[in-house]
């Protein structure tokens, strides 16, 4: 059953994830969601890379999470996605949200959460908390990644908020 792991920025939310990831006895796939738009966020992915064992196997996730799920799934592995707010932004650019594809792509991915057969981390974005963005294009975005992690976690068996680094159970067993 997949496990959400959720929290703020720099929470340790990825940390904690890492940390299940290589207490895992079998293979463990990071399924990286990201698409890289500036200098910046290329050194934040540059560091991520660099810290993850290098005998982990490494897929890009595009669009098309489910897929990927379904192709690197297998018994006795572990699936480490990171992070489900970097892949809801891939729905969004010049033209606007692409509402459509994301409905089908949040849908698709819901249901391959249910038929894994390996064990799952899905890392996300807390970003619900703080003042209401001003600009609609934020707004739309933080009401998108709340809705889907609200999802994701009906679908986990278990969800974990991290905050300060340190992991709060939310629903199933502490890990």
């Not at 982990?56 to 018994?75: N, S």
């Not at 692409?98 to 894994?116: F, G, H, I, S």
């Not at 619900?128 to 709340?146: C, I």
Request: some cysteine.
């Amino acid at each position: 059953m997949p496990h959400l792991i959720t929290g703020g920025a720099r929470s340790g939310k990825s940390r904690h994830a890492e940390d299940l990831a290589r207490r895992h006895g079998g293979p463990v796939c990071y399924l990286a969601t990201a698409e890289v738009r500036d200098a910046e966020f290329a050194r934040r992915v540059a560091l991520h890379r660099a810290q993850r064992p290098a005998h982990w196997r490494v897929a890009e996730a595009g669009r098309g999470l489910a897929a990927i799920i379904a192709a690197h799934d297998a018994p006795g592995g572990l699936l480490l996605i990171d992070c489900l707010g970097m892949w809801l932004m891939r729905f969004f650019g010049e033209a606007g949200f692409d509402e459509a594809e994301y409905a089908a792509e949040r849908d698709a991915l819901l249901a391959v959460l249910d038929r894994v057969s390996g064990e799952v981390l899905l890392v996300s974005n807390e970003v619900g908390w703080g003042v209401v963005a001003g600009d609609a294009e934020t707004r739309r975005f933080v009401d998108e990644l709340g809705r889907l992690n609200q999802m994701a976690a009906s679908h986990c068996g278990r969800v974990t908020l991290v905050a300060c680094g340190l992991p709060l159970a939310l629903k199933g067993e502490a890990a």
